[in-house]
């Protein structure tokens, strides 16, 4: 549900969409394999996307008794601080993006590689992006976006999100 929203069905009714993340990354040269970075060193950022699939999304501030109803009826659910439009997702991913990239440590003569955008695509042609220039949009921190153990209990690292920030 996005509460709020101008479209009576998307703030009334639960509903779903098939969300494809773009992540763009950039640098001012390429490492010694010819590379901005090794995709590898993007594990986390892809267990931090792969954490919403197939996962209901709740906005913190849904009423008790439909957060409760959720939990109950959902192995996987994410409850984030921003209402689950496209934009909100990608302003929330680019945040988590953005400090999981600045705090990795490059080791194969990476440039200076930065985040510059995530983009959500809604629908095939239809998506909100978020960049640095967004970034002062964000009244949240880390702990404001809560997993629940069904969501936590698939991580192949399941400590990854608790080390966020010290990386």
């Not at 931090?48 to 996987?76: C, P």
């Not at 496209?86 to 490059?106: D, M, Q, R």
């Not at 095939?124 to 809560?146: C, P």
Request: glycine share 6%; charged share 25%.
């Amino acid at each position: 549900m996005v509460r709020n929203c101008t479209s009576q069905r998307c703030r009334e009714n639960i509903h779903g969409h098939s969300y494809e993340v773009e992540v763009f990354i950039k640098s001012d040269h390429l490492d010694n394999g010819f590379m901005v970075m090794d995709f590898v060193l993007l594990n986390n950022v892809a267990e931090f996307v792969h954490s919403f699939d197939h996962s209901y999304t709740l906005w913190e501030k849904e009423a008790g008794d439909v957060k409760d109803a959720i939990y109950r009826i959902n192995k996987r659910v994410a409850e984030i601080p921003v209402s689950p439009s496209a934009e909100g997702y990608a302003l929330l991913f680019f945040f988590v993006i953005n400090l999981i990239i600045s705090k990795t440590k490059f080791v194969n003569g990476e440039g200076n590689v930065k985040l510059h955008a995530v983009r959500v695509h809604e629908t095939q042609s239809g998506y909100a992006e978020a960049s640095a220039e967004d970034l002062d949009l964000v009244r949240f921190t880390l702990a404001d976006i809560k997993f629940n153990e069904g969501i936590k209990s698939e991580w192949k690292d399941k400590t990854w999100w608790n080390h966020i920030g010290e990386f």
